[in-house]
Every structure is written in structure tokens, then in C-alpha cells.
């Protein structure tokens, strides 16, 4: 497969599209920006919902790949999150098939593991192929992509690397992100690797920063050419003092997915 150039950025009005809105570029890539929201400063921004089947397959086309990170990024209701992440993930892929669109990186969450037992001591870190165990019907949702994303590489042969994000933000805010932390230049990094190793079929990584308390396996992004450059160690003394270390026999510490994995469901319809 030929280096992608030009890749839509859908969910670019958010957090990490802001992010990756800035960095993508120094990779070469032209991104076209597709949100439900318009974007200050970017007139040629796409403004549509994944729901809009005819928007999106616009959006897609011409397009030599995708990073797909639109959609409700916590816990909602079970009806938002259908809309909005699994019917609006099955009709970018959709789209993405019918506009021969032939790469997708998709930004899974570590939540689709999020009631996986955090390591702790000398436990081994969590392998890629660990059983999904979804905290929430938004991590539920992205085990729907992944897998969808699985049926697209078997029967259309168009590739997905899905990753399971950590917590991709300019700073860890919080003892557990020192483990799950993501730098956005090593976003960034991951996402250029996803986009252009070749041979990918469906992989599945995590997404996180070189992290000395790193819970998860990052040999599979790093067999794709991800080399992460950052480590959270250097915001853990602050954080440290601040919060205490994380107490395993609280439940919200005892799981990957942290406080999503304790947090009630508190959604409106
Ligand atoms: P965000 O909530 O800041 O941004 C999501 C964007 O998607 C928003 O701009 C929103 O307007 C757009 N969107 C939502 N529904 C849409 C629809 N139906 N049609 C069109 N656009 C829609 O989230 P963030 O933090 O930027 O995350 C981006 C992606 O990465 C999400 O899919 C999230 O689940 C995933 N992720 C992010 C993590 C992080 O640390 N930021 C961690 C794990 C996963
Ligand atoms: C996610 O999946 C969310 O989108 C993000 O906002 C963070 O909460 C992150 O997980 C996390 O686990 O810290």
C-alpha cells in the first residue's frame, strides 16, 4: 500500500483531533476535518453527524485513509452511544468501503478491557489478545468497532489498526493516567505508524506513552515502527504527593478502565 497523504481526521473538533490537528501535518499528511461541530479557524472543516450516511461517504471520498476518533467519548446511554458509535462507526466503514478507501486507525479505548485486574508487582503486563471485558456501554462499543473493523479486513480486505487509547492528553492529571498515559507526540507517533506500516490486516495495540508504570503490552504498536519518545514518571512525584499511590483494594483502582469501572450509570435519555 502506497503512504497515505491526504486522511480524514473525523472528530477533529475534539480533544485529541485538536491535538492531531497540529502534529498529523508535520508527517506530510493533508487531513480534512469532519465534525458534528464546526472548528474555529478551519472554514473547509467538514460540519456533519456520522448519522448522515450521505455526509459521511463525502467526507470519505478521495480520501487515501482515516483516522476515525468521532464520537461520544464516555459513558452515555445505551441509545447515544448506538447512534452516535456503533451505527456511526458502521457507516464510516461503510462509506470507507464503497469510496475504496483501503486504511483506517481506529480509536478504540482501553475501556474495551476495562474490567481486566490492573497488574500489580511483578504481574506480567496485559497482552493485546487478553479477553474483552467492556467497563462500560461506551467500551462496549469500541469491542463493536474493533470487531467490525476485524469483518472489514476479512471480507473486504481494508485494513484497521485499532488502538486502544490510554489517556491522551498534554499532561497525566491523575496517579492512575502515570500508568495509561499517552504524550500526544507519541500520538501522534502511533498514528503515523498505524497509517503507513504495511501489511496491518486488523491489528489491535495500546495506545500509551513509554510509561515506567505502564500496565499494558506495547509490542504489538511497536512492531508496527511506533518508538514512543515520553515517559509519565516525570509528572509522578507531584501526583504522588498530591493523591497518594493508587490503593488496590479500592475497586476504582483494582481494573484498567479505573473510576468507569465504579462510576454508576448516571445517563439522561
Ligand atoms: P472528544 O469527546 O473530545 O471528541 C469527540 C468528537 O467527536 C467531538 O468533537 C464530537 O463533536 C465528535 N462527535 C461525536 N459524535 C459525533 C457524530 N455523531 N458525528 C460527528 N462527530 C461526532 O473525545 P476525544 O478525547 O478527542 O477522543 C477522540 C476519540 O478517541 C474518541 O473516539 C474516544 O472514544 C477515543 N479515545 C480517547 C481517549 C483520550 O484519552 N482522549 C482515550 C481512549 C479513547
Ligand atoms: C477514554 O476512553 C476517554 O475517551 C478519555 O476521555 C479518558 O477518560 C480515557 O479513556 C481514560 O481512560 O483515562
Request: hydrophobic residues 40%; aromatic residues 8%.
Amino acid at each position: 500500500m502506497p503512504a497515505p497523504r491526504t486522511v480524514l481526521l473525523t472528530g477533529a473538533a475534539g480533544g485529541l483531533g485538536t491535538l492531531m490537528r497540529e502534529l498529523l501535518p508535520r508527517y506530510g499528511y493533508e487531513l480534512r476535518l469532519f465534525d458534528m461541530r464546526p472548528i474555529d479557524g478551519e472554514p473547509d472543516a467538514v460540519v456533519g453527524d456520522l448519522g448522515d450516511r450521505d455526509a459521511v461517504r463525502e467526507a470519505v471520498r478521495g480520501v487515501d485513509a482515516v483516522v476515525h476518533l468521532a464520537g461520544i467519548s464516555l459513558e452515555a446511554s445505551f441509545d447515544k452511544i448506538l447512534r452516535a458509535n456503533i451505527e456511526g462507526t458502521y457507516n464510516l466503514y461503510e462509506a470507507a468501503r464503497e469510496e475504496g478507501v483501503r486504511r483506517i486507525v481506529f480509536a478504540s479505548s482501553n475501556h474495551a478491557v476495562g474490567y481486566t485486574p490492573r497488574p500489580q508487582g511483578d504481574d506480567p503486563l496485559i497482552p493485546v489478545d487478553t479477553p474483552r471485558r467492556p467497563d462500560t456501554f461506551y467500551g462496549l462499543s469500541k469491542c463493536f468497532g474493533e470487531d467490525l473493523a476485524q469483518l472489514y479486513w476479512d471480507k473486504h480486505g481494508m485494513e484497521t489498526v485499532s488502538v486502544r487509547i490510554g489517556s491522551c492528553f498534554p499532561e497525566p492529571t491523575s496517579v492512575r493516567m502515570l500508568s495509561v498515559w499517552m504524550s500526544p507526540a507519541d500520538g501522534a507517533r502511533l498514528f503515523h505508524a498505524a497509517l503507513t506500516a504495511e501489511g496491518v490486516g486488523h491489528t489491535v495495540v495500546y495506545g500509551s506513552s513509554a510509561n515506567t508504570r505502564l500496565w499494558w503490552d506495547l509490542r504489538s504498536a511497536r512492531a508496527l515502527g511506533y518508538d514512543p519518545q515520553d515517559d509519565s514518571e516525570v509528572f509522578a512525584e507531584k501526583l504522588v504527593a498530591e493523591q497518594g499511590e493508587l490503593d488496590p483494594a479500592d475497586p476504582a483502582h483494582a481494573c484498567l478502565g479505573g473510576h468507569f469501572v465504579t462510576n454508576p450509570p448516571i445517563w439522561p435519555h
